[in-house]
C-alpha cells in the first residue's frame, strides 16, 4: 500500500475513532497525482457501536488495483490487504526473416595459366571479370593476324577481333609490333586499350612510336 494512503488511512482511524460516537458512514475520495502506481484511492468507514459498548471502526480502501479493509475494536486493528494485477496480453507480429540473396562470387583466379607468352604476368589477371586469351587462342589470333599480307585488311581483322578478347600487355605489345604503318597502329591500340587486363605495364609501349605526337597519344589512350 501506498505510504500516503496509509498516512490517510491512520489519520481518519484517528478522526473516526474521535469524532463518531454512535454509528455512522463516512467516504472520502483521496486523489495523489505523483503516484504513478495509485493516482486515486476511495477511503469508506463505518463507525458502528456494540450492544457491550464496543466501538468497531471498518475502513475499506479502494485505488490502483490494491485494496485493504481495517477493522479496529476495542484498540485491537485487524487488516486485510490486496492487490490485483491485469496484465494485458502482448501480441508479437511475426518477424520478417530478411532473405539475404545469395551474392554471385568471382570465380578465383587460377593458379597457373598459360597465355602463350613466356613469364606473362597479366595471365592471371582480369579486367571486366575477364581473363585474357590462353595460349591455345592466343596463337590462333595472332598467326590470323599475322598470316594476313595487307595491313589495312589486318587491322579491320584485329578489330573486330579485340572486341570480342582480352588480351595481356605482352600479347598486346606482339600485336603492335604487327603493323608498321605509325597511324594504323595507334587505331589498333585505341581498339585494344579497354580490353588489356594490365594496362599498367604497357605504358613503356609509347617507345614503339617514333611521333612524340603519337606517342603522346597512345600513353593517354592506355591510361584511360
Known sequence: MNRIVRAALVS???VSSASFAQDAEFNMQVDINDDADM?????????????????????????????MDVRMTGGTM????????TYG????EPRMERRQEPRAEMPSEPAFRDCGTPSDEGCTMRRDGQLAMDATTWRGFY???KSESNEIVRQEKAEK???RVYLTAAQFGLVLDLFNNEITRLEVAKEAAPHVVN??????????WKNSISGSEYTDIITQ
Open 12 to 14: 481518519s482511524l484517528f
Open 143 to 145: 598467326q590470323s593476324l
Open 89 to 92: 496480453e502482448t501480441r508479437r
Open 78 to 85: 485487524e487488516t486485510e490487504s490486496r492487490h490485483t494485477e
Open 161 to 163: 577481333m579485340l572486341k
Open 39 to 67: 493516482p486515486n484511492a476511495r477511503i469508506k468507514m463505518k463507525t458502528t457501536t456494540t450492544e457491550n459498548g464496543e466501538e468497531t471502526t471498518t475502513v475499506k480502501v479502494r485505488g490502483g488495483g490494491a485494496r
Open 199 to 208: 594496362p599498367q605495364h604497357a605504358l613503356g609501349f609509347s617507345s614503339k
